[in-house]
């Protein structure tokens, strides 16, 4: 199994550190993090299997946990089907940009290569669960443009060779890790 261990600082008004560690085995990785600062502390636990696809989260914040979880694709939150969120591939929690590691890492895109997703968007710190539409385009070895879809947002990611974000510009930005 290898560790490795991510630090990541938001930009902006609102400060927050998030410290994440990535477990690489030979069945998938498990992301466990922490985000301090902020409205809320939050909390977060993902697990992908070996080929990528997510099966389930479960992210703490305000007192509350959220257990969201992908089986035969049919998503749940709390135990509850959710057919809202039909078609999703993918978890995104506001709070951090190791999700944004899922996509990127499952989808393998070729430099020039693009791919509409869908994902099972956490807000944080409501724990509000919702569809959201995104893009990524692969612009360069290491560096995808992000799109919402749903709102009017774009950056460009940089990440390193495991997909995590090095730099999300105007949001987070990678303090310590590979």
């Known amino acids: 199994m290898r560790t490795t ?7 902006g008004s609102v400060e927050t550190l998030d410290r994440c560690t990535a477990e690489y085995s030979d069945d998938g990785i498990r992301i466990v993090g922490e985000v301090d600062g902020g409205d809320e502390p939050c909390r977060y636990a993902v697990r992908i299997d070996e080929h990528g696809l997510f099966h389930h989260a479960a992210i703490e914040s305000g ?23 039909a078609g999703a591939t993918d978890i995104d929690i506001t709070a951090t940009p190791a999700t944004n590691a899922l996509p990127i890492r499952r989808l393998g895109l070729a430099v020039g290569g693009r791919a509409d997703v869908e994902v099972a968007w956490v807000q944080v710190p409501s ?5 959201g ?3 990524y ?42």
């Open 127 to 131: 724990l509000d669960v919702a569809l």
């Open 5 to 11: 261990r991510i630090s990541w600082t938001s930009i």
């Open 137 to 178: 385009t692969r612009v360069g070895p290491r560096a995808y443009c992000f799109e919402s879809r749903d709102r009017d947002f774009r950056r460009t990611l940089t990440v390193d060779d495991d997909g995590f974000v090095l730099s999300y510009p105007g949001v987070f930005e990678r303090v310590t890790g590979s």
């Open 63 to 85: 007192g509350q946990t959220l257990h969201v979880e992908l089986v035969d694709g049919v998503w749940s939150v709390d135990g509850e089907e959710r057919a809202d969120l």
């Open 133 to 135: 539409r995104q893009r």
